[in-house]
């Protein structure tokens, strides 16, 4: 009885349901965004194919199974960054740190593998399995990542804050824990991770692959991933629907952080050492990818979908002004310029939107 | 009236339409040399819009604009202001952390011979517009430290520094005090001795007669009325602004409230700086099943802030306790309160209720999200099956559950919201402003909508500045003012001059 959808007035209602809604009926479009985010990944197909087709025609050796394996191998670090990235800049927020987190995690990972961790007080050294050493180096970034959502919630720093100071702790972590000096010789089974193949296919290409499929899912399909647009698109009205602001906030850096840490693996069991400047400068290939996927920097709006373009966009533009032998000088030049256009292109489309 | 040279402005068959809405219709209007024009109409009538393209904000789809007898197109508001139009928005459009003189002669300040502003003249110049509207501040004062009425005021100022022909005002009073309407009214005299023709908006018939001349009435997008002000009747007025006979208007019929749902305890709330006073101080009240309790108070009475702390969203300033169905609860975050059973449908939508970017159906699921998971993941056809009797109950018009909310008109976004959080089953329904921006037949729906939602048993609390609004949805009426209960009328008690004189808190000033 206290139940107001089930008052007598509801038979009436539903006529006024029929007459209210025609067109397309419910469920029918593709949530979170719809036509227009789809418009926008569709232009950015057109723009991939564009440059694929082109490609194929300057240079004989870029249209090949293996260039294309290359290609995708050369932006699955990238990618695994970007799909975190994304999740943080569709909660409204940003972050600096993940190429510091990238070096900081896979500089841990190696090290418990190689020497394991002296415990002084206990007079006992711990060492690690490669899972273990795995497990360490993903837990390490989201430790980060967990460190900068509180420091945005509690603390109310600006995400830009938080995370460029975290940038900076998360190197110097890297450089106390290394010395300055590489760790290398890790064994083949933890490069595995990096040079093993499946079934013909790289396994950075499959880590990547099977992450994007999940957070393709998460983002899509699951309350966190609704609730992760409402606080990006407008984190008041979140807060008073009852959404768990902070909560989610901490949850979406802890899993960039994560995300940052599996990247850090890959880039070490690739070159069988962990760098200690891995990743300088990742978060802004990083934040380029997002972008010129479409997804908007004030949040609640973008797609991973569109991160994945991003990354191919970048990846293959990387890739085919390097068989064209074109200065890498101008690759960076060249890059800034699409993520301009990109942007530009986008904003256009905004305002044709809203007017 | 003659036709012809004494036409200063003339908008001619103005057509406008935004997505979902078409706002105006067909719109005709002249302003006079020297005369003043008042724009009579509901709430989303079509006036803001009106202006808005009058002044260049945004061209007409069909339809012309002639100032001086010639066809004008202005590309944007500095293009109007040049050709000698200047607007005073309602919406306050200063920047709050430049000084007074900065923001009356902003883009025009006078330059030294080196090119830096001149300090010294920009100052003298707006001190003397200061102290022709009376304005008592320095003109170095940061816009952000003063009231709403002075900062209005300073909006006017700037207007009255331009050298313009037409002159419009988009409820110019609505935060002044009555000395402040008193002296904006001598310098409205002023600009028409000298010429200036003015489109004066306003809600006020009080103020009509004290400055106008003409008066053009619009509704739905259209002019319904346009005659000299001396040849209508209040009346006449009132009838046209409604496009129907008063007596016609939402009628609440009597009913029995049942057992009490919400009480509200000692109900404190301080100030966010130190030393500030309370907020909100010592409130008590509750709501029955069944029941609509209305809040009524003037602007700094405390009314929002009620519903805020109530809601937890001040958890370390609030004391006091809220009772739900006889439990005291205690409420530190909005999801607190929502496990109670409570909800809150802001006062702005756009800032605090919407998520412009999701369509209606995100909107409207995303505060019970849990009928339609399964498996821990959202399944589009139940999301739909889950709020689709909530979208239909409140016959929100949208061509689709997947439209985008954005598009749609301010009533419909708003029973949107209303659908949100009936479909999240709530006890008490906490509504701040639940009609601002709303045009007039979306009023009355939503009016009937909260009858009949009390009616099927929910208790519902709805603050409200609209003396009329109140009167007419409340069972119970609680006057704030200054942060405190100051009385409680029951429907039949209640009279417009109780509740004010009880709003007021110079009891004196019933001047209204």
């Known amino acids: 009885m206290t139940n107001p959808a089930s008052s007598p007035n509801s038979t009436k209602s539903e006529d006024a349901f029929a007459g209210g809604i025609s067109g397309p009926g419910p469920g029918t479009s593709s949530l979170p965004d719809g036509r227009a985010a789809r418009l926008r990944q569709f232009q950015s197909l057109i723009a991939l194919a564009v440059m694929v087709l082109a ?21 699955s670090v990238n990618l695994c960054l970007s799909v975190g990235m994304t999740l943080v800049i569709l909660s409204g927020g940003i972050d600096l740190s993940v190429g510091a987190i990238l070096g900081l995690a896979g500089a841990v990972s190696a090290g418990l593998l190689k020497n394991g961790v002296a415990l002084a007080a206990f007079g006992v050294r711990l060492e690690f399995t490669v899972t273990g050493a795995i497990v360490a180096g993903i837990v390490v970034g989201a430790a980060a990542g967990w460190f900068n959502g509180a420091a945005i919630t509690r603390f109310r720093l600006p995400p830009f804050v938080a995370t460029l100071g975290m940038l900076s ?38 880590i990547m692959v099977a992450l994007v499929a999940l957070f393709v899912v998460v983002t899509r399909r699951t309350r966190f991933g ?130 | 009236m003659t036709d012809g040279g004494d036409i200063v402005l003339e908008a001619r068959g103005i057509t406008k339409t935004f997505p979902g809405v078409r706002a105006l219709d067909g719109v005709s209007l002249r302003v006079r040399r020297g005369r003043l024009l008042a724009l009579l109409g509901e709430n989303g009538a079509g006036k803001s819009t009106l202006m808005n393209i009058l002044a260049g904000v945004f061209p007409p789809d069909v339809g012309s604009v002639r100032l001086l007898g010639r066809d004008v197109h202005f590309a944007n508001p500095l293009a109007a202001l040049k050709a000698g139009i200047g607007i005073v928005f309602q919406e306050l459009n200063l920047i709050p952390h430049l000084s007074v003189a900065e923001n009356i002669f902003l883009g025009r300040e006078p330059r030294t011979r080196a090119g830096l502003i001149d300090y010294r003249r920009l100052h003298d110049q707006a001190a003397a517009i200061l102290a022709r509207l009376e304005l008592h501040v320095a003109p170095e004062t940061l816009v952000a430290d003063l009231r709403v009425g002075q900062q209005q005021l300073v909006e006017i100022a700037r207007a009255v520094s331009l050298d313009v022909k037409v002159l419009i005002l988009d409820e110019p009073t609505s935060s002044l005090s009555s000395h402040e309407v008193e002296v904006l009214f001598g310098v409205i005299a002023d600009f028409k001795r000298r010429g200036v023709a003015i489109i004066y908006i306003t809600h006020k018939f009080e103020e009509l007669g004290r400055v106008g ?97 109530i809601y937890g969203l001040h958890p370390g300033r609030t004391t006091g306790t809220v009772a739900v169905d006889g439990k005291t609860t205690l409420i530190r975050r909005p999801a607190d309160a929502i496990a109670a059973g409570l909800a809150l ?67 419909n976004q708003q029973k949107v919201i209303l659908a949100k959080w009936l479909a999240a089953r709530p006890k008490v329904l906490l509504l701040d402003e639940p009609t601002r921006g709303i045009d007039v037949n979306a009023k009355r729906e939503i009016y009937a909508f909260v009858d009949e939602l009390a009616r099927a048993g929910l208790g519902v609390l709805v603050v409200s500045s609209e003396l009329l609004e109140i009167l007419v949805i409340a069972d119970t009426i609680i006057v704030m003012c200054e942060g405190r209960k100051s009385a409680e009328f029951s429907r039949l008690e209640a009279t417009a001059e109780k509740i004010l004189t009880a709003a007021l808190p110079d009891k004196t000033a019933v001047a209204l």
């Not at chain 1, 490609?55 to 995708?72: A, E, K, P, Q, Y």
């Not at chain 2, 000299?228 to 009628?251: C, H, K, N, Y």
């Not at chain 2, 006073?277 to 509750?286: A, H, I, S, T, Y």
Request: net charge positive; aromatic share 6%.
């Open chain 1, 55 to 75: 490609l194929s025609l300057l240079s004989d050796r870029f249209l090949t199974v293996d260039n294309g394996f290359n290609i995708l191998r050369q932006i």
């Open chain 1, 169 to 206: 702790i998360a190197r110097g972590l890297t450089m106390l824990w290394t010395g300055g000096f590489p760790i290398t010789s890790l064994g083949e089974n933890f490069g595995f991770i990096g040079t093993g193949a499946l079934l013909g296919v790289p396994m950075p290409v499959w």
């Open chain 1, 226 to 355: 609704r609730h992760i647009y409402a606080v990006g698109g407008n984190e008041r009205a979140a807060l008073l629907t009852g959404l768990r602001v902070n909560r989610i906030k901490v949850a979406v850096y802890t899993l960039a952080g994560a995300l940052a840490g599996v990247a850090g693996l890959i880039v070490t069991a690739r070159l069988d050492s962990a760098q200690p400047n891995a990743g300088l400068g990742y978060e802004l290939d990083s934040i380029a990818a997002v972008v010129i996927g479409g997804t908007s920097l004030s949040g609640g709006r973008g797609s991973i979908m569109g991160t994945v373009l991003g990354c191919l966009i970048i990846g293959v533009l990387n890739n085919g002004l390097f068989l064209l032998n074109v200065s890498p000088f101008w690759q960076q030049v060249i890059k800034g310029g699409v993520i301009l256009l990109a942007v530009a292109i986008d904003k256009m489309n905004a305002r044709e939107r809203e007017t």
């Open chain 2, 213 to 309: 001349d003409d008066v053009t009435v619009m509704r739905d997008g259209r002019v319904v009325g346009e005659a000299p002000l001396s040849e209508l009747t209040r009346e006449d007025i009132v009838r046209l602004m409604a496009g129907r006979d008063q007596g016609e208007t939402f009628q609440k019929e009597a009913t029995e409230p049942g057992a009490e749902v919400l009480r509200v305890e000692n109900l404190s709330l301080r100030g966010a700086g130190t030393g500030r006073g309370k907020l909100v101080e010592d409130v008590n009240l509750r709501v029955r099943r069944g029941e609509v309790v209305g809040v009524f108070g003037l602007v700094g009475a405390g009314r929002t802030e009620l519903l805020e702390a």
């Open chain 2, 345 to 411: 449908a802001p006062e702005d939508r756009k800032r605090e209720g919407l998520f412009l970017e999701m369509s209606v159906l995100e909107n409207a699921s995303l505060a019970s999200l849990g009928p339609a998971v399964k498996g821990g993941l959202i399944r589009p056809a139940r999301e739909s099956a889950h709020v689709s009797p909530f979208i239909a109950r409140f016959r929100v018009k949208t061509p689709s559950l997947t439209q985008k909310i954005r598009n749609l008109s301010g009533g």
